[in-house]
């Protein structure tokens, strides 16, 4: 049985079942913590009965600055999934699931507009656990490398699913893979 409950400092100490896959973005403890104290409702840990942490996910919400509101690209109040992993030996039971459900549950609260997140265009995987998700744009080699050896970089999907407060899907496109845009088009503030 899987439990969920809020992250806490010591759990750094206890992610290598799920930090050691090589799918897994491993990030410094500033930024962790820095998640735990900015969104501790998002920032959700999965863990067995033992109490070993079998997977998390860290999300946060956030907006472009006003001065970017009359751009094409302007992003307006919305949940963002930073990670999302679970341990190997515990994926296809819908773990991923349950923890995007609970973050979904805290940008509700937030009255996020969607919630979104970047998935390697590549990563199949990825794409089709999110395939319920729509794809909002391709952004042009956003990942400075791509596994494949193809090419410098590797495109990214923008995929967002509407929460309540988006009733029209005006932040929702279809055919979204093919709507390409650049890296600098993105604000990271």
């Not at 860290?58 to 341990?87: N, S």
């Not at 265009?121 to 794809?135: C, D, F, P």
Request: hydrophobic share 35%; net charge negative.
């Amino acid at each position: 049985m899987t439990s969920l409950r809020a992250f806490r400092l010591q759990d750094l100490f206890h992610m290598s079942l799920t930090n050691l896959d090589p799918l897994t973005e491993n990030y410094n403890i500033d930024y962790y913590m820095q998640y735990m104290m900015t969104w501790p409702s998002l920032f959700t840990v999965a863990e067995d009965q033992e109490g070993n942490i079998t997977g998390y996910i860290m999300g946060k919400v956030e907006e472009d600055p006003d001065w970017r509101q009359f751009t094409p690209h302007y992003l307006p109040w919305h949940g963002h999934v930073t990670a999302l992993t679970v341990a190997p030996q515990h994926r296809r039971l819908g773990l991923a699931q349950t923890l995007s459900k609970a973050l979904e549950r805290g940008c509700e609260k937030e009255n996020a507009w969607f919630v979104d997140l970047f998935v390697r265009a590549g990563n199949q995987t990825a794409v089709g656990l999110y395939k319920g998700l729509g794809v909002f744009r391709r952004v042009v080699d956003y990942y400075s490398d791509d596994p494949t050896g193809r090419s410098t970089g590797e495109d990214a999907f923008d995929m967002r699913k509407p929460l309540k407060r988006d009733k029209k899907l005006k932040h929702i496109r279809k055919n979204g893979e093919n709507f390409r845009i650049e890296p600098e088009d993105i604000y990271h503030g």
